[in-house]
């Protein structure tokens, strides 16, 4: 079974438009971590959040903002006005107990200016 | 600060040949990832190093793939001979502490057999 599901595959979206990309996690730890990272087409990955469990606080940087909720195992992602330069592929992870993450398969998402 | 860097960039290679890709992980992290993106398969995780020990390789997918972290500062990933089938992006990623860390990405290899 996935660990971390991204259900989303691809989501296109006019520019300045709100998108929410999806993950949802599967884990029987009381302690994990939570991640979501972003390749742009230049394909580097480049980190943007890391959330522990005990730790349901939404949080806000700028235009981006995470919902965390442990009642329904999601991950939210959600980019405000969206702009041309988000257009990449996220990726939400999952760490438990030892180093290894599990990553989700990725929604690709455009901003079609 | 330096960020993971990898080397080559890019590495255009025929088939059974030995390839050699270099990882330098951020300077303080203690363990380091190495990961193959295709299409395919996503984003697979090959080996990792804690203290310059591998301590997980059940991802390398055959004898062909063997990675060394002789000192803190380096890593390799060498696959003799390459296939077709190696063609991929190879990341390294480091993160301090072994427990639930951030990992941090290089800019990847992205390697060609032909």
């Known amino acids: 079974a996935q660990k971390v599901t991204q259900a989303q595959t691809e989501i296109s979206v006019v520019e300045k438009e709100d998108v929410t990309l999806d993950c949802v996690y599967e884990?029987?730890?009381?302690?994990?971590?939570l991640f979501w990272y972003k390749q742009p087409p230049s394909g580097e990955l480049v980190f943007l959040i890391r959330?522990?469990?005990?730790?349901?606080q939404n949080e806000i940087s700028g235009r981006y903002s995470w919902n965390f909720q442990k009642s329904t195992s999601s991950f939210n992602f959600t980019i405000t006005a969206s702009q041309v330069v988000d257009s990449a592929v996220y990726f939400c992870?999952?760490?438990?107990?030892?180093?290894?993450?599990?990553f989700g398969t990725g929604t690709s998402l455009t901003v079609i200016p | 600060d330096a960020g993971v860097i990898q080397s080559p960039r890019h590495e255009v290679t025929e088939m059974g040949q030995e390839v050699t890709l270099r990882c330098k992980p951020i300077?303080?992290?203690?363990?380091l990832f190495w990961y193959r993106q295709t299409m395919m398969r996503g984003l697979e995780l090959l080996i990792y190093?804690?203290?310059?020990?591998?301590?997980?390789d059940s991802g390398m997918p055959e004898d062909r793939f063997s990675a060394k972290m002789p000192n803190a500062s380096f890593s390799t990933l060498k696959i003799q001979p390459s296939e077709p089938r190696d063609s991929a992006v190879y990341f390294c990623?480091?993160?301090?502490?072994?427990?639930?860390?951030?990992?941090?990405f290089g800019p990847g290899t992205r390697l060609l057999v032909l």
């Open positions: 990623a480091s993160s301090l502490g072994i427990l639930r860390e951030t990992q941090y």
């Open positions: 884990t029987r730890d009381t302690t994990y971590y």
């Open positions: 959330r522990n469990s005990f730790d349901e």
């Open positions: 992870a999952l760490s438990e107990e030892g180093n290894q993450f599990y």
């Open positions: 300077s303080g992290h203690n363990s």
């Open positions: 190093f804690n203290n310059n020990v591998p301590i997980d």
